[in-house]
């Protein structure tokens, strides 16, 4: 992740924490990925929620930016999935939008 990326992502967190708790409520981390072009089912999005507060007690910064990673990773591997189900990009803009994370070399996937 790049100092450019981390500043993306918590000027993200910070946006979608609207009621200021330093923790995202599910509703808010789904706006979050969604605002940054990721989208997941709503059992997938549910499972993951679970899975951080389980690990970190809530969606704290560390915990969002962790999970950021992780996807990440999947995308630089070329894989679509990466246990919580798959990352769909939904449009152009996205795919536009991760460029400037400077994940121009990944291969996206196509959008449909």
């Not at 100092?3 to 708790?21: G, H, I, V």
């Not at 409520?25 to 899975?51: C, K, R, T």
């Not at 798959?86 to 803009?93: C, P």
């Amino acid at each position: 992740m790049t100092p450019a990326q981390l500043e993306e992502f918590e000027s993200t967190f910070r946006y979608f924490d609207k009621d200021e708790t330093n923790t995202l409520n599910i509703a808010e981390m789904v706006a979050a990925l969604a605002s940054l072009g990721i989208v997941y089912s709503e059992g997938d999005l549910d499972m993951i929620y679970d899975q951080l507060v389980s690990e970190y007690g809530a969606v704290t910064f560390e915990a969002f930016i962790n999970l950021l990673v992780r996807m990440l990773s999947v995308v630089d591997s070329g894989v679509e999935s990466n246990g919580f189900g798959h990352v769909r990009w939904t449009s152009q803009k996205t795919r536009r939008r991760l460029t400037s994370f400077g994940m121009h070399s990944v291969g996206l996937p196509k959008t449909r």
